[in-house]
């Protein structure tokens, strides 16, 4: 079987969920059931980055111990994986023994590798980001620093262990050059060819101002930077430093989906760090963006963070999963809003979706006794709207391989639309008076949609694509890709269960 490895980042461990870990979490767990369904052999990885002076601050400020502090918060994510139904593989913490035996190894092998100097750091640094900063990316205001997103930064002056990030300037744009898709999309990788081209500085690999972190080897205070111990945890899942081979393949097909704030991090610092470790780079790292709220930068100061779980729990879980996928072009900027997830929702899933496998399946039930009255036949198969049905998985393939997930289900919805259009345009409610066996033949060809529909959909909204083939009887073993055919098509004297609402329709007036 083909091997893929998906990985979210691990979030950090200083305050709740919010949206944005879970729209990252949402992504990663689409792309892992779709290839899943489609015959892959696939890992998902997420966890949580409990170390660093971030960690520690907001610790000390809540007057708790640091390891009881990262336990409470860390706890807050894996629920988070729970009330997202994720199906994740492992979820990884860098308090662990076996992330730290990762963390540490990876070290000896940079230090071995001659990658690795004592000296002196003298520079910017962002506690929020727990990240350094050439003077080039920050901003000044009033002769301080700030960061693009407003953090401002602090001089710092003291002994680090360096990583001879620079050597790595050359062989990084080789890379970039080589590989067209390691970094997406475009506008990213054009951003960090830019900031490659304009020259890399060694990197401040240690820090001895605080301790809570994975201390260096042979020292009595170096603390190694938080962004080693953070990447490596993509190794860490895979039982590094023993990585088995079969482990192997998975990581020549990893898959970082990554918010565009930590873009620095992933596609340079990693790449280059795995080859002066002599292993290989990830296949892809795709690089989303932000979501603000009514058009508003989402902050706490603010008071206008999103949680994601009072919406899950007020309109449910594949509304709020189908609005994060549908509503931008993945690596877009979002915004959320009330009434625009609302008309989303109502629009495409109660209307288009639900309202048609109900009025269909209403029908059958009343004039057919919920009994498929007619078996397809090959000839059926060329027509509308079976045709394109069948031919739907090939289009989605291609737009899922290049993480256009919006287009993936605009595809899906307009086939779904093309249905409406059939069945309004045969009026099965009027052809059953006088010809029931086109009504019966109509029919059919409405709920074989409906299958193709509901596996195709498993990915995107698991849920209410269970609901739908639950309903129409599919076979629970029936339901991977491989039976996106026209062989595996309803036959007649099927049984179809009685029909209940799968969307609600909520109002918008109120909004």
């Given at each position: 079987m083909k091997?893929?490895?998906?990985?979210?980042?691990?979030?950090?461990?200083?305050?709740?969920?919010?949206?944005?870990h879970a729209y990252t979490s949402i992504i990663c767990d689409t792309i892992y059931k779709f290839y899943q369904l489609n015959g892959f052999d696939v890992l998902f990885t997420t966890g949580t980055d409990e170390h660093g002076l971030k960690v520690e601050k907001a610790a000390n400020s809540k007057k708790v111990n640091v390891k009881d502090f990262v336990d409470s918060v860390s706890k807050n994510f894996k629920n988070l994986t729970f009330k997202l139904q994720l199906s994740n593989t492992d979820f990884v913490r860098t308090t662990e023994e076996r992330?730290?035996?990762?963390?540490?190894?990876?070290?000896?092998?940079?230090?071995?590798?001659?990658?690795?100097?004592?000296?002196?750091?003298?520079?910017?640094?962002?506690?929020?980001?727990?990240?350094?900063?050439?003077?080039k990316e920050l901003e000044k205001i009033n002769n301080e620093f700030y960061t693009a997103d407003g953090e401002k930064v602090e001089w710092i002056e003291e002994e680090s262990y360096f990583f001879k990030l620079s050597n790595w300037e050359n062989k990084l744009l080789d890379y970039y050059k080589n590989n067209p898709n390691f970094i997406m999309p475009d506008s990213r990788r054009n951003e960090v060819i830019s900031f490659v081209s304009s020259g890399l500085k060694d990197l401040?690999?240690?820090?001895?101002?605080?301790?809570?972190?994975?201390?260096?080897?042979?020292?009595?205070?170096?603390?190694m930077y938080v962004w080693i111990d953070a990447l490596v945890n993509y190794l860490t899942s895979l039982g590094y430093p023993s990585i088995s081979d079969e482990k192997k393949e998975f990581w020549k097909n990893c898959i970082h989906i990554i918010g565009k704030d930590i873009l620095k991090f992933h596609a340079v610092y990693w790449p280059a760090m795995?080859?002066?470790?002599?292993?290989?780079?990830?296949?892809?790292?795709f690089a989303h963006g932000w979501w603000t709220n009514e058009g508003k930068k989402i902050s706490k100061s603010l008071g206008n963070t999103i949680d994601p779980n009072k919406i899950i729990e007020e309109y449910g879980l594949d509304q709020f999963k189908y609005f994060l996928l549908r509503e931008v072009n993945l690596g877009n900027d979002g915004d959320y809003s009330k009434i625009?997830?609302?008309n989303r929702i109502n629009a495409d899933l109660s209307n288009n979706l639900g309202n048609l496998i109900q009025r269909t399946l209403k029908f059958l039930n009343k004039n057919f006794n919920s009994t498929i009255p007619y078996s397809i036949i090959d000839s059926d198969t060329k027509i509308q709207p079976l045709k394109d049905g069948y031919d739907l998985l090939n289009k989605v393939d291609e737009m899922m391989k290049i993480f256009q997930i919006s287009f993936s289900l605009k595809l899906i919805f307009d086939y779904i639309t093309s249905l409406n259009k059939f069945m309004d345009r045969e009026e099965p409610w009027n052809?059953?008076?006088?010809?029931?066996?086109?009504?019966?033949?109509?029919?059919?060809?409405?709920i074989e949609g409906f299958r193709l529909i509901g596996i195709i959909l498993q990915p995107f909204i698991p849920n209410a694509s269970s609901k739908i083939l639950d309903t129409i009887n599919i076979n629970k073993n029936l339901r991977s890709f491989k039976y996106l055919n026209k062989d595996h098509k309803i036959q007649k004297g099927h049984f179809i269960n009685?029909?209940?609402p799968i969307f609600p329709r909520y109002e918008t007036k109120d909004c």
């Open positions: 091997k893929i490895y998906i990985t979210t980042p691990i979030f950090y461990v200083n305050d709740l969920p919010h949206i944005g992330h730290k035996n990762a963390a540490l190894f990876f070290w000896d092998k940079l230090e071995t590798n001659n990658q690795i100097y004592l000296s002196k750091y003298k520079g910017w640094y962002s506690i929020k980001d727990e990240s350094f900063y050439q003077e401040s690999i240690s820090r001895t101002s605080f301790k809570w972190g994975i201390t260096v080897k042979n020292t009595k205070n170096h603390i795995l080859m002066a470790a002599n292993l290989p780079i990830p296949k892809t790292i625009s997830f609302l052809s059953f008076k006088n010809n029931p066996k086109k009504t019966g033949k109509d029919l059919a060809i409405l009685e029909p209940k």
